[in-house]
């Protein structure tokens, strides 16, 4: 089954790494953005979605940390796929999600951030690691 892959199967990405985890991935891949190989499957990347798989970059100098492959036509039942139907609507401009659901952007400052969702920043922000300088 080298090289290959069909709808419903397993992705190579999850065989390669059979664990999706918030730790150090012995066998990370190469980012489709920076180019270094510190890819692994994201911690929320669930197995039973085949057709869809959920990453993280581990680089600390590359700035797309989170990302999705997201199948858009496999042959079977992608084009069915509630995202993929989505995206198809957003991608034509049939659904425009600002206006659906315009964005809460209520803090411009870092003030007005920690008023408005303190607790949340806090708690992101004790997590952060040590920055350099
Ligand atoms: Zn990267």
């Given at each position: 089954m080298r090289d290959e892959w069909e709808a419903g199967a397993t992705p190579w990405l999850r065989r390669h790494q059979q664990e999706a985890t918030y730790g150090t991935q012995p066998d990370p891949v190469q980012c489709?953005?920076?180019?270094?190989?510190t890819v692994k499957r994201s911690?929320?990347?669930?197995?039973?979605?085949?057709g869809r798989i959920e990453l993280y970059c581990d680089?600390?100098?590359?700035?797309?940390?989170e990302m999705v492959l997201l199948?858009?036509?496999?042959?079977?039942?992608?084009?069915?796929r509630a995202d993929v139907r989505a995206l198809h609507l957003v991608d034509d401009g049939t659904l425009d999600v600002h206006a659906a659901f315009p964005p809460?952007?209520?803090?411009?400052?870092l003030d007005e951030l920690l008023a408005d969702h303190g607790k949340e920043v806090e708690r992101r922000m004790r997590k952060a690691p040590p920055t350099r300088g």
């Open positions: 489709m953005f920076c180019g270094s190989q911690a929320s990347d669930r197995d039973e979605d085949r680089n600390g100098l590359c700035d797309a940390r199948v858009k036509r496999d042959g079977d039942e992608a084009g069915f809460e952007a209520r803090s411009y400052t």
